[in-house]
């Protein structure tokens, strides 16, 4: 099958430059796509250029995965209201490590490999650049009228705030990079979400101009969900594939709780399942909704793909301690994000270790006497840490205090409650 009909058939083509690039796509390639450098960790937004690549790479085609050291250090005006905040070139650098440790998990960088992946970043090549080279070397090649004619340029000069000149030159950089690696590597194929179109347009046509070759852009779609929320957010907050930023559980989470309408069309998007086995998934969600096995198994490949059988391991544990199983194992801060919207209580260690679990417990407001705690304690209906406990005379131990701080507490199958330790002044 030609790469282009798996794109196609997964919701991962909306158009291309030329049609010529069906055929072209019938024997290797070199592609490239770029990647943001405004953060020390990819999104789930950035799935979908992640997926292209690794489609591409699994078929044979060389890729590059392309790290805007310079451009990030300008910003994208694409589908932005305003301009951002710039970022300097020490705090790019640090992004960029962030960033080569993401796509390692979905693409092979191993230059022992039979079709290592390439990673370069354009402040190499932008870094001793002068004004002077780029306006006679690639600003000659570019028509004011085609520049102010895109979208991106359109949008922003009709908003309050405009466009600065610094802006305005992004499509001229993003055009360059197009040139220098199809001189560098033969790279003939940028890959780009639908918001790209015109600075892929950009670089094809400089190509064509310098070089006299044909060469190629491949858009695919922003990814929406049902609701029409752009992917990759969770309540204003982007889910971040490293997990300081985005917990293994919050992560897992995210994919769990995908819409019917939503989750085979992000199975085709973001995993490497046959099509086959979406289709079985297909009909089991048609059949027993409630089940909820495609969810189940979206979640799982993609947190295994990002994380590791370990990450998944620590999830799915994680999602288990809602329903009273084990604590043991997981980090305070895993226990943390898991309830992170559950009541809780800050004590200092003082009023907690050594002290009458029913003190403690109506201490925390809890419970709003030491009387009702001590009858749901003879009722056998509190459980620290998800264990039962038993004597009604006991005691608060340091050994509930998980790595010292903080202690899950519940009464009956379902009111969790977070005790927290007040560090030491």
């Known amino acids: 099958m030609n790469i282009l009909d798996t794109f196609k058939d997964r919701h991962l083509f909306e158009d291309m430059t030329s049609p010529a690039l069906a055929s072209a796509l019938d024997k290797p390639i070199c592609a490239y796509a770029g990647f943001d450098p405004t953060n020390d960790s990819l999104q789930a937004g950035n799935f ?39 970022l300097d070139a020490r705090q790019v650098e640090r992004n960029l490590e962030g960033i080569k440790e993401n796509l390692s998990r979905f693409i092979d960088f191993d230059p022992a490999s039979k079709n290592p992946a390439i990673m370069v970043n354009n402040y190499d090549w932008f870094k001793n650049f002068t004004f002077i080279d780029l306006l006679r070397d690639v600003g000659r090649y570019f028509r004011m009228g085609v520049m102010l004619s895109k979208d991106s340029v359109k949008k922003r000069m009709e908003s309050e705030d405009g466009m600065s000149f610094t802006e305005f030159c992004y499509q001229i950089l ?59 957010k969770s309540e204003g907050n982007a889910i971040f594939l490293d997990a300081r930023k985005t917990s293994y559980y919050d992560f897992y989470q995210f994919f769990l709780r995908a819409h019917d309408a939503d989750v085979i069309r992000y199975l085709k998007i973001f995993t490497f399942l046959p099509m086959e086995r979406i289709a079985e998934l297909d009909t089991a969600l048609k059949q027993a909704p409630e089940r909820r096995e495609a ?8 947190t295994r793909a990002v994380h590791g059988d370990a990450g998944l391991a620590v999830a799915r544990q994680a999602t288990q301690v809602l329903f009273g199983g084990s604590v043991e194992g997981l980090a305070a801060s895993d226990l943390e994000n898991i309830f992170a919207n559950v009541a809780s209580a800050t004590l200092p260690a003082a009023e907690v270790a050594g002290q009458p679990l029913p003190d403690v417990l109506a201490a925390t407001g809890m419970f709003a006497s030491k009387g009702e705690a001590r009858r749901i304690l003879r009722q056998g209906g509190i459980y620290i840490n998800n264990r ?7 005691t608060f131990s340091r050994d509930d205090l998980i790595e010292g701080r903080l202690t899950v507490l519940r009464s009956g199958k379902r009111n969790f409650f977070l005790l927290k330790i007040r560090p030491p002044a």
């Open 48 to 86: 979908v250029t992640i997926m292209t690549l690794a489609h591409l790479q699994r078929a044979g085609h060389k890729v590059i995965a392309l790290v805007g050291g310079a451009t990030g250090l300008i910003g994208d005006p694409s589908g932005k209201s305003k301009e951002r905040n710039l």
């Open 174 to 232: 993003q055009g360059y990079d197009f040139l220098h690696l199809h001189r560098q590597y033969g790279c003939s194929l940028q890959l780009g979400g639908s918001d790209q179109w015109g600075n892929i347009t950009a670089g094809t046509e400089l190509v064509r101009r310098v070089c006299g070759a044909q060469v190629y852009g491949m858009t695919f779609p922003l990814v929406c969900d049902s609701t029409g929320k752009k992917f990759g």
């Open 295 to 302: 969810q189940q198994a979206l979640a799982e490949d993609l």
């Open 388 to 394: 039962r406990v038993a004597e009604e005379s006991r």
